[in-house]
């Protein structure tokens, strides 16, 4: 047995030890014999999740037994959230992700957007900034900064600079991981985090929230956030050079050499349109119920069907993140085992006898801000989403808010993950170039934090509680 596997094996053994015993405990009366095993239970989860001891995937697994074995949810119950509706929206993402990568769009579309900054080393790092945030809006954030680090990385180049003494590069990395998390926010596809906060809303209130409906109240943080997060960074970290000769160049001579768009790209974008036009329709047309999981269900199908498609299925296989899934299905039935055991509820009585009588403005602040500094201990979008959506819907209930924009504001600020490499996988991707150090990035992030939060406070309670 290696060290790290009898370190995880020691994780696992004293966390298991740890929770039982937790529920031996006196309790306070107000929570219930339910409650308390899933205080436990939610306990074990976050454990496994933050040190990651087992596979993430296994641990919602891990989460659903537990849940059917002391009695909360039957077993059946929690294996079909694995099947939920919600996880239509990320599985047709990742076919759409793979004909784009496939087809080489992803990065056509990036290189187009950076090239038409010009040479100012501020506006090509926007430009950097934007393309980012954009691939991050239809494919996952890993990948949009996994397609961006290269081209960045090939600018600095041609700057000359290079190292964790470079300001430039610690700009341009930081730049994209930032903007990978700041575009997941702006729709369902995005990330995984606001795909489960729109499933908490339907389960727990009843209530379907639209793709474009997401769309209208997340997009305007995104336009809001990815400035202010590029000019805080060029503030801290002032680049050494004020234009990069060539670096527009390189990226057009890049262009040049992938030629026009072929019929396989001008098919895929096609098919993209009319995804993005059937992820839409439902709120501009009244249509079924359930119409955003439907149409999810018919992209993804579209771009394999034989004759119609544009790629392979075993491909597209081969590209999915099948313990995603896992992981939201575990996530939702964490949420719902807290809320059934009554857990939900005592929390949130406890803030709402917190903020009873104070401003709403407050009340969406301090739960944005909680939220997203909660990244940081729990290093998941998906664990900390999980938690706090829930307790939103509760908390607004208890004070007599609107429960789903209240949601919605835990669900974004819960892709606020800007200040450690482990918070996120596309600020771990950036950290593995070596542009920069964990100081600049938690400095970087604590501000950034801080205004994300306000901004996004500000704009909720302006546009959304009207």
């Given at each position: ?177 930032y903007a990978a998390n700041i575009g997941g926010m702006g729709t369902p596809a995005g990330t995984p985090a606001c795909s489960i906060t729109i499933a908490f809303i339907d389960d727990m209130l009843g209530v379907q929230v639209g793709f474009l409906d997401w769309m209208i109240r997340a997009v305007p943080v995104v336009i809001i956030l990815i400035p202010v997060a590029w000019r805080l960074l060029l503030m801290l970290f002032p680049p050494e050079i004020d234009s990069i000769e060539g670096g527009t160049d390189a990226v057009r001579s890049e262009l ?211």
């Open positions: 047995m290696s060290n790290a596997d009898r370190r995880n094996f020691l994780i696992v053994v004293i966390t298991l030890a740890g929770a039982t015993l937790m529920t031996l405990l006196p309790f306070p009366e107000v929570f219930s014999e339910d409650g308390v095993r899933m205080i436990a239970i939610a306990l074990i989860g976050a454990v496994f999740w933050i040190t990651e001891c087992i596979p993430i995937a296994l641990t919602g697994l891990v989460v659903i037994l537990l849940q059917a074995l002391v009695g909360i949810q039957p077993i059946g119950q929690g294996l079909g959230y694995i099947a939920t509706p919600v996880n239509s929206i990320i599985f047709a993402g990742f076919v759409m992700a793979t004909a784009l990568s496939q087809y080489s769009l992803d990065r056509r579309i990036s290189l187009n957007i950076v090239s038409a900054m010009g040479e100012r080393t501020d506006r090509l790092i926007l430009g950097i900034m934007i393309a980012t945030a954009f691939l991050s809006m239809w494919i996952s954030n890993s990948a949009a900064t996994a397609i961006m680090m290269p081209i960045a990385l090939g600018i600095i180049r041609m700057a000359q600079v290079s190292g964790v003494s470079s300001n430039l590069g610690k700009v341009a990395m930081i730049g994209i991981a040049d050499e992938m030629g026009p768009a072929d019929r396989g790209q001008r098919k895929v974008m096609v098919l993209f349109s009319l995804a993005v036009l059937l992820w839409i329709a439902d709120s501009i047309f009244p249509l079924m119920s359930g119409w955003l999981y439907i149409a999810s269900v018919i992209i993804a199908l579209m771009f394999v069907a034989p004759g119609i498609g544009v790629v392979k299925w075993k491909d597209a296989a081969s590209e999915m993140g099948w313990d995603i899934f896992i992981l939201v299905g575990g996530g939702l039935a964490l949420g719902s085992g807290l809320h059934e055991s009554g857990v939900i509820t005592v929390i949130a009585d406890s803030l709402s006898g917190f903020l009873t009588g104070v401003s709403p403005y407050i009340v969406v602040t301090f739960l944005a801000f909680v939220t997203a500094m909660s990244i940081t201990f729990f290093s998941s979008l998906t664990a900390t989403s999980t938690t706090f959506v829930p307790v939103s819907i509760g908390l607004a209930a208890q004070l007599g808010m609107p429960s789903v924009p209240l949601a919605i504001v835990a669900g974004l600020a819960s892709c606020m993950a800007f200040l450690l490499p482990a918070n996120t996988p596309p600020n771990a991707i950036v950290y593995s170039s070596n542009q920069f150090k964990t100081y600049d990035m938690t400095k970087a992030g604590l501000l950034l934090t801080i205004v994300g939060v306000v901004a996004l406070s500000v704009t909720a309670n302006l546009l959304w509680f009207r």
